[in-house]
């Protein structure tokens, strides 16, 4: 389990101390406990991988916003912390598809669903969206439809 994993490299982040490690894994496990109790659960129970993953990628997206924010405020030394962070929560997310990938993907996904009309690029988006669940970035997805109808 994704979350046991988790909570036993804590300690070998203490051990080898590696703050910044541990400062991530630390916030990680504290949001899969907030994720366990919004959904009713006990603290002291586990996550299935699935909706760890979907913490996880809920944490990094909100280190790429920041990241954003930082750029655009100038403020290097945080933008540098926040990068440090995000490639540790990178380590645990699966390999996202690359922007060709996505395109082929999106090419095809429109020949089969017959769609010619740019109104209907939200049903597209849609179909793939839920083909790509947890395997492309949802920004990526849309610049690859978007890129079909210009």
């Known amino acids: 389990m994704l979350q046991e994993k988790i909570k036993n490299q804590i300690k070998e982040a203490m051990l080898a101390k590696e703050p910044v490690r541990l400062e991530v894994l630390r916030g990680m496990s504290a949001a899969f406990m907030n994720e366990?109790?919004?959904?009713?659960k006990k603290p002291q129970d586990v996550l299935?991988?699935?909706?760890?993953?979907?913490?996880i990628?809920?944490?990094?997206?909100?280190?790429?916003?920041?990241?954003?924010?930082?750029t655009k405020g100038n403020r290097e030394d945080l933008v540098a912390e926040e990068k440090a962070q995000l490639?540790?929560?990178?380590?645990?997310?699966?390999?996202?598809?690359e922007k060709d990938e996505v395109l082929s993907l999106a090419k095809a996904k429109k020949e089969e669903l017959g769609i010619t009309d740019p109104t209907k690029k939200g049903m597209l988006m849609s179909a793939l969206?839920?083909?790509?669940?947890?395997?492309?970035?949802?920004?990526?997805?849309?610049?690859?439809?978007d890129s079909l109808f210009a």
């Not at 990628?57 to 930082?70: G, N, V, Y």
């Not at 969206?129 to 439809?145: C, N, R, S, Y």
Request: net charge positive; no cysteine.
């Open 36 to 40: 366990l109790v919004s959904k009713g």
């Open 48 to 55: 299935s991988d699935e909706d760890a993953l979907q913490v």
């Open 57 to 70: 990628m809920r944490l990094a997206k909100q280190r790429k916003d920041s990241i954003e924010q930082f």
């Open 87 to 97: 490639a540790v929560i990178e380590a645990y997310l699966p390999k996202m598809m």
């Open 129 to 145: 969206m839920k083909d790509l669940k947890g395997k492309a970035d949802g920004t990526l997805v849309k610049e690859a439809v």
